[in-house]
């Protein structure tokens, strides 16, 4: 079955790591998002990638990075500088055009 | 001013009741609407599309009002199940097909 893999599904951090949140996707799609969501919060987008080797800002990327060297995956590194760091974090994928989104399970993040 | 706005709640209805939210988006140039659902902990999973002319998937309504910028979600009948938090999602071509989201609306059915 097709879908978005999300991994590890918790996350613990030291102050000062960096850290790599994995996202593969097996759905074809061209687009893939990072989503941050905090308690009573809505998603924030952190990254986007419309096609392989190219991404965008999102709204939130200080503190961020990201990599599209494959259309199957899209990892997110969370760097030391980003001082808030523990949150609810969601990759997502869309096929180009005006589709809905499909989740991953998401990963939580929590600095220790 | 946010690009979609939604009333957080929370609603608090009984099993059987008629339930009721509403999403204003600000950009007139949005393209595609979608409600999501989203379980406590989890991700969200895409409840319905909305169309021009509305749409229904069994207990559930959406409506699209393009000249007052609002959809809505009717839920009828609501079960114990329908629990949840009800996220707005506004999809944007003309900002690099951005998806923008509701901060969601808390629905809780009560035996």
């Known amino acids: 079955d097709g879908g978005i893999t999300q991994s590890p599904k918790y996350l613990f951090r030291k102050e000062g790591q960096n850290v790599t949140l994995s996202c593969e996707q097996n759905l074809n799609h061209d687009a893939m998002y990072w989503y941050r969501q905090d308690p009573g919060q809505g998603l924030r987008l952190i990254y986007y990638?419309?096609?392989?080797?190219?991404?965008q800002k999102g709204d939130i990327a200080e503190g961020y990075s990201v990599s599209r060297e494959k259309k199957e995956s899209f990892p997110l590194t969370v760097t030391s500088a980003q001082k808030n760091p523990t949150a609810f974090y969601l990759c997502a994928s869309t096929r180009a055009g005006t589709y809905g989104y499909t989740f991953g399970s998401g990963t939580r993040l929590t600095v220790v | 001013r946010k690009e979609v706005e939604q009333d957080p709640g929370p609603f608090n209805v009984p099993e059987g009741a008629t339930v009721a939210f509403n999403c204003t988006y600000s950009n007139s140039a949005s393209q595609s609407f979608f409600w999501y659902r989203q379980d406590c902990r989890k991700e969200p999973k895409l409840l319905m599309s909305?169309?021009?002319s509305g749409n229904e998937d069994g207990r559930f309504t959406a409506q699209l009002n393009r000249a007052s910028q609002y959809i809505s979600l009717l839920i009828r009948d609501s079960k114990l199940s329908d629990s949840a938090t009800y996220l707005c999602v506004v999809n944007m071509k003309n900002t690099g097909n951005q998806f923008y989201f509701g901060t969601g609306t808390s629905l809780t059915v009560i035996p």
């Open positions: 990638s419309q096609i392989v080797n190219d991404f």
């Open positions: 909305v169309y021009s």
